[in-house]
């Protein structure tokens, strides 16, 4: 996830935007949800808690609450554990926060010190005081449950929950972030676009660091383009060195498809708290399903839409309309066994 470098101009107070104003890059159905939350939560007076993989950008994701919020005229307060070590008095603290935001970096890894800090800090704060969001790679309940979250720091944080998809849960924004951040490259002499078959070799990779990942390397592939478009054999270079996403294991490893898109479908029911998912889940949750399917189908078939209709079993017109409706790039190719 990525802010926009570009402000809008001014906006009256109060006013909460719809979620296609919001400066965030990415047009895939993960995200739009994001942007639905985010906008409903922007105003109100609850905590919030900004979950996801390290790199899926949790923090500027809790800057923008900030800045598209009416709290944006105040300060916006940054706790991470270097900092509650060396910050001194509560009052301090709160002092510099006025009724601005205050944002614990991820939360459940604060030593037991830190988080009872937290606690005080919370309470201390009033009614009039400013508001408070937190980050954390484990969801806070699983976090409590094994011992990394302060009970009384839970209940405290308890609000509304904002759950940021990995960069492999929404493929179809790879390009799309590529591009802007290779707009936005400080490299100077920086390549300027991209080749398709390159665009189409960083949307397979699986970008374990997520965005953050994606971001540093387009950022060296600027730097170190031959020409004004960055090549599939420069991409390919660059991502040589980096590693891939390793299989999961564990608990998951013998779960059952359906047992998958259960746990998925009901998180996704609880990020909506007491209220129901915008109308239309049932065709957002197939188009989910489908996208990786048929792009998998697609790669291990090495583009060959004949083949892959056959092995999906679907009829060879329904997978070239699927393609189109999915936005699905296809390169073909000769696959190597």
């Known amino acids: ?69 009416d709290r944006r005229t105040q300060p916006f307060v940054v706790l991470t554990e270097s900092a509650f070590g060396k910050s001194g008095a509560l009052a301090d603290v709160l002092a510099e926060a006025g009724q601005g935001t205050v944002l614990f970096e991820e939360i459940s890894d604060l030593p037991d010190a830190y988080q009872m800090k937290a606690v005080h800090l919370m309470d201390a704060a ?17 976090a409590m449950a094994q011992g990394k979250l302060r009970n009384d720091l839970f209940y405290r944080l308890d609000g509304a929950v904002l759950s940021l998809p990995s960069l492999r849960a929404r493929v179809e924004d790879i390009g799309l ?3 802007h951040f290779l707009s936005q490259s400080r490299a100077t002499g920086a390549a300027h676009s991209f080749a398709p078959a390159a665009l189409e070799a960083l ?18 592939l600027a ?17 040589a060195a980096q590693p891939a996403l390793a299989p999961s ?12 898109v259960a746990r998925h479908v009901k998180r996704y029911f609880d990020l909506h708290g007491d209220a129901l998912p915008p109308p239309g ?27 892959c209709a056959d092995l999906l079993g679907l009829n060879r017109n329904t997978l070239r309309k ?15 066994m």
């Open 1 to 69: 996830l990525e802010v926009s470098r570009k402000r809008g101009g001014g906006r009256a107070m109060n006013v909460s935007p719809e979620p296609n104003e919001l400066p965030l890059v990415g047009r895939s159905v993960p995200m739009q949800e994001v942007y639905k939350l985010v906008a409903r939560v922007l105003n109100a007076n609850l905590p919030v808690i900004v979950t996801g993989e390290s790199g899926a950008g949790k923090s500027l994701v809790a800057r923008v609450i900030h800045d598209m919020s």
């Open 126 to 142: 009033g009614r009039n005081g400013p508001r408070f969001l937190a980050t954390s790679q484990m969801e806070l309940s699983q």
């Open 177 to 179: 972030l590529a591009e």
């Open 203 to 220: 949307r397979h990779y699986s970008w374990p660091g997520n965005v953050r990942q994606l971001a540093n390397t387009v950022e060296r």
């Open 223 to 239: 730097l170190t383009a031959r020409s004004g478009e960055i090549s599939e054999t420069e991409v390919g270079s660059a991502l």
């Open 249 to 260: 294991l564990g608990s998951l490893s013998d779960e059952k498809l359906a047992e998958s």
């Open 281 to 307: 889940l049932y065709a957002r949750i197939l188009r989910e399903m489908e996208l990786p399917l048929i792009e998998i189908a697609l790669d291990a078939t090495g583009g060959n839409q004949a083949k």
């Open 322 to 336: 699927k393609i189109t409706d999915l936005d699905i790039s296809v390169t073909r190719r000769r696959k190597l």
